[in-house]
């Protein structure tokens, strides 16, 4: 069984930037695209950025430019580079794999505000 940490949310202004981590242990996870996924309140959880095995990314038009995925293979780690930070980007943030997901981990809380 899979399990998902994630971490690195924090309270930022906007304009600022955050890194987010994501810890997968249970399996190795070098064969699967893995995907940030945030949910704001009250809304559906979306796709922000996904990655492939190879380290190709695809990000979602709201964060293309300011946000960048990566991944460690060796590690089992995917991690959220968040630049630019705007109000609406405030959410909580969870990983997982793309297409049949594992359980979902507790997710980290990015809350962009002045």
């Known amino acids: 069984q899979v399990q998902l940490v994630e971490s690195g949310g924090d309270l930022v202004q906007p304009g600022g930037s955050l890194r987010l981590s994501c810890a997968a242990s249970g399996s190795s996870f070098s064969g699967y695209i893995m995907g940030w996924y945030r949910q704001a309140p009250g809304k559906q959880r979306e796709l922000v950025a996904r990655i492939t095995s190879g380290g190709y990314p695809n990000y979602a038009d709201s964060v293309k430019g300011r946000f960048i995925i990566s991944r460690d293979n060796a590690q089992n780690m995917v991690y959220l580079q968040m630049n630019s930070l705007k109000p609406e980007d405030t959410a909580v943030y969870y990983c997982?794999?793309?297409?049949?997901?594992?359980?979902w981990g507790q997710g980290t809380q990015v809350t962009v505000s002045s």
């Open positions: 997982n794999r793309d297409g049949t997901r594992w359980p």
